[in-house]
């Protein structure tokens, strides 16, 4: 067995897995807290679907860190390149920023959606300082994807 | 004001959708400057279409269009309210605390009605865990055949009672015994729901209780030995501090109380009972204060908290509501009825 690219696969798989059960456990916190007040006010759909889709980003930067391991390994053009078990954990580690940032920041964000979800209920102007509050916990789930990717393009395989 | 930090309360995910839903709901309870319009108006009748205006309330002003009515429209509107709060929550221990007071309730007028040989079903309530027949069949019949599954440590608790009060003939000392029984009930139900704030809460309605109590006492000249029996506790101050400034009077309560959270509302309270020399501004003051604490649910996004202070919110604006209206009714000047007019939660 190639341990080199065992490891990288399981880096990018790791990515996607943490940081999209950060997404669903946050969308899904803010989606219900949506749901109730959806129950009352139909008519704040609108401002509370940005609400709710704030915590799924962390998911597509998972995603878009495994993508760009998917390019290195070459499995998209049909030839996989050879990686030593030292470059594979080297892949692995990079894999780890946005996936352990997406799992806690998904989660957090979603409990800041649900609270935004209050905001609206009470002051439905007030709706974008809320939005803006949810987003600030986006900004390490960028830097998590933000550091995943320089370290991924700082490995050479093959 | 006795204050629960942050990190105390709640984060629980599973109340999301009930927090959301309460939020909403919440835009919909009267404020206290609506209260102030609604003292406003000429007669009941103006009142009770104000009250039309409400989201809450139009559809059982639908039905009933007399103020007359009014205790069928608030006992309907605070039934919904309890089988809604109760039916969102993820978890009903928190919430079954405040049904059972109803549940007590009902057994002590069940117990009284039997001891006095009256009618019982004009004062029972609705909102207990279980329906009144069912603890009148335990109580009267003494057997246990309903729908609902009477908790075994409750009957127990009730026979128990039952079983005091046999030999008991003084009206205020089965009410005292009672009380006692609920109480300590409840402390062991909100040990159970393992939130602070419930328990705070609590602990908070015990000494409000007890601090009353103390002054009804002092007021009807009563020996120490019916304070000690009508004392609950558990609640923050201690039933002995409370025995031992008894002969002090009023002023020793105050100075007793100055070093606690309930210094300014005692002494408020106090000078208010002189002045008056009525339990009514006392009352007022310790439910303010009551819901003072309960705003702090406010902060609380994830869990039980904006739910059993939104249940308690409601039972106060239907107490201020029945005053108002009962005001109206028997066309009392404004100035007395504010004076009796609660703090409320929006």
Redesign the interface.
């Given at each position: 067995m190639d341990w080199g690219i065992v490891l990288a696969v399981a880096g990018a798989a790791s990515a996607v897995a943490l940081a999209g059960a950060g997404s669903s456990?946050g969308v899904?916190?803010?989606a219900?807290?949506?749901?109730?007040?959806i129950?009352?006010?139909p008519e704040k759909f609108p401002a509370l679907l940005i609400l709710s889709a704030l915590p799924g980003t962390q998911g597509i930067y998972g995603f878009v860190a495994a993508f760009f391991v998917i390019i290195k390994l070459g499995f998209l053009g049909g030839a996989a390149v050879h990686v030593t078990v030292e470059q594979g954990l080297q892949i692995f580690l990079a894999c780890l920023p946005v996936g352990f940032n997406g799992l806690i920041s998904g989660i957090w964000q979603?409990?800041v959606g649900?609270?935004g979800?209050?905001v609206v209920?009470?002051h439905p102007q007030e709706f974008m300082k809320a939005v803006i509050l949810a987003a600030l916990v986006e900004t390490y789930a960028i830097l998590g994807l933000l550091a995943s990717i320089l370290l991924l393009m700082g490995i050479k395989v093959g | 004001m006795i204050n629960i930090s942050y990190s105390d309360l709640s984060?629980d995910?599973r109340y999301?959708?009930?927090?959301?839903?309460?939020?909403?709901?919440?835009?919909n309870l009267i404020t206290n400057q609506q209260v102030n319009r609604l003292l406003e108006t000429k007669d009941a009748n103006a009142l009770w279409s104000e009250l039309g205006n409400n989201r809450d309330y139009e559809a059982h002003l639908a039905q009933f269009y007399d103020p007359q009515d009014f205790e069928a429209v608030l006992s309907s509107e605070l039934k919904r309210v309890y089988a809604l709060t109760l039916g969102?929550s993820a978890e009903r221990t928190a919430l079954e605390l405040l049904a059972l007071r109803h549940d007590f309730h009902n057994c002590k007028v069940i117990s009284k009605a039997c001891f006095l040989g009256e009618d019982t079903d004009s004062n029972l309530s609705p909102l207990g865990t279980c329906p009144p027949k069912e603890w009148e069949q335990l109580m009267v019949a003494e057997k246990e055949a309903g729908l609902c599954r009477l908790p075994a440590d409750l009957m127990q608790i009730v026979r128990d009672v039952q079983q005091q009060l046999i030999d008991e003939q003084n009206l205020r000392r089965r009410d005292i015994i009672w009380d006692q029984a609920l109480y300590q009930y409840l402390s062991r139900h909100a040990e159970k729901s393992k939130n602070l704030f419930v328990q705070t809460w609590l602990k908070i309605r015990i000494d409000g209780l007890n601090l009353l109590t103390y002054v009804r006492c002092i007021r009807q000249k009563s020996d120490k030995g019916l304070l000690k029996l009508a004392l609950i506790d558990s609640g923050t101050i201690a039933c002995e501090k409370l025995q031992n400034a008894y002969e002090g009077g009023l002023e020793t309560l105050a100075s007793l109380l100055s070093p606690t959270p309930y210094a300014g509302m005692i002494q408020e309270g106090l000078a208010c009972y002189k002045r008056d020399n009525s339990f009514s501004c006392l009352e007022k003051l310790f439910d303010d204060y009551e819901m003072e604490f309960l705003s702090q649910a406010r902060y609380v996004?994830?869990g039980v908290e904006p739910l059993f202070a939104y249940l308690l919110a409601k039972e106060t604006e239907i107490k201020v509501l029945r005053i108002l209206l009962v005001g109206k009714i028997n066309r009392l000047d404004k100035t007395e009825i504010s004076k009796r007019v609660r703090r409320l939660y929006a």
């Open positions: 456990k899904g916190i803010a219900s807290a949506s749901d109730g007040l129950s009352e006010s979603g409990k649900a609270a979800v209050q209920a009470k | 984060s995910p999301a959708f009930a927090v959301g839903k309460i939020r909403a709901l919440e835009t969102i996004s994830l």
